[in-house]
């Protein structure tokens, strides 16, 4: 198993870290604890030492298994993160609250990394004003917690804000090859780096979206340079091969997951430099799948019949670079309220004449909701 030392820190961790967001279900949508701890244990037994769960993930039941799994282990052995949810904090009193709660779920008397969960520029500005890490150091000087970070869901902005306010212990950033330029950025990464803050990435393989390419032979490409490596790989590769990364984490949902990435992280390669061009390629290949040009920039919005224009290409694009599906069924249908759906488009034309691009947005609209309907009509 790769490690990597935490400067700052004094430690070293698992290159590969075990992301407790994606475990196995039953048909009722509960975990399957069976498998899950099968799971941990393979990992655990592999030389994984980094385990990252968060207060709502598989509706607060993460926690209490990713905590009963470890508890079999010595606490000395591994390295436990959990997350603070920021927006669900109105008062400290709800931040020793949920601590507390954390606590009693994992099973734990402390957290070895503690987060603000998904910060951006509006949480922050709650972290500021009700000075919640404040809290948090009083929790840290008791022995409750160990290493103060943030994961990050914004603009570079907003990241650059961000860590450049607080002297951090990490931060975890969302990262793979078709994300270089979006969130926190490739500036992030090396502003993260200057500053000495260790990185954890999380999303490396895209939710999955970089597991299994568009079936036109695009990962053909890997294929020919490493018949025996998995698509997943060269994206879990291209994270860690980054210096200031220290855990690339992964969600995994299955043992033949584990088992893969235990693989990849065993004897960890960084990737060379013709290993880099073949990325560089597929990546561009996978962008050039969209559908228009559009950027995100808003300025088309806000839209006078309620479309979230931007929102709309985006799952849309999204459908169309990585062919999943499911994800896009999900987005469609969950992600997006009706109110802000393509079909409310009145063709009015103002977002045309704001429109930077000059992106013929009214027919693009069209296209996108029949697209979109058409895939989830079975779901109707």
Known sequence: MEYRKMENLGISTSLLGFGCMRFPTNADGSINEEEALAMIDRAYQAGVTYFDTAYPYHGGKSEAV????????????????????????????????????????LQKDFVDFYLMHALNGERWKIVKELDILGCC?????????????????????????????????????????????TQATLKGVEL???????????????????AKLPADGIDELFRKARPEASTSSWALRYVGSFDNVKVVLSGMSAMEQ??????????????????RAIIDKVADTLHRRVQ??????????????GVDIPQCFRIWNQYHIYENIDEARRNWTKGM????????????????????QHIAIREDLARLQAELDDITKDLD
Not at 258 to 275: I, Q
Not at 292 to 305: E, L, V
Not at 339 to 354: D, H, L, Y
């Open 292 to 305: 228009n040009d559009c950027t995100g920039c808003r300025y088309c919005m806000p839209c006078p019949a």
């Open 66 to 105: 990713t905590g009963k799994a470890l508890a079999r282990y010595p606490r000395d052995s591994y390295y436990l993160a959990t997350k603070l949810p920021v927006w669900a904090v109105k008062t400290i009193d709800d931040v020793k609250r949920i601590f507390s709660e954390q606590l009693e779920r």
């Open 192 to 210: 993260a780096k200057k500053l000495g803050i260790p990185m954890v990435v999380m999303e490396p393989v895209k939710g999955g979206s970089l």
């Open 258 to 275: 584990v088992e893969d990435n235990l693989s990849t992280f065993a004897s960890f390669e960084p990737l060379s430099d013709a290993e």
């Open 137 to 181: 150091e009083k929790l840290r000087a008791d022995g409750k917690i160990k290493y103060l970070g943030f994961s990050f869901h914004d603009d570079y902005e907003a990241f650059e804000e961000i860590i450049t306010s607080y002297k951090w212990d990490f931060c975890q950033i969302q990262l793979n090859y078709m994300d270089r330029d």
């Open 337 to 356: 309220e009706d109110a802000n759906k393509a079909s409310n488009c009145v063709r009015c034309g103002k977002c045309e004449q704001a429109c930077p």
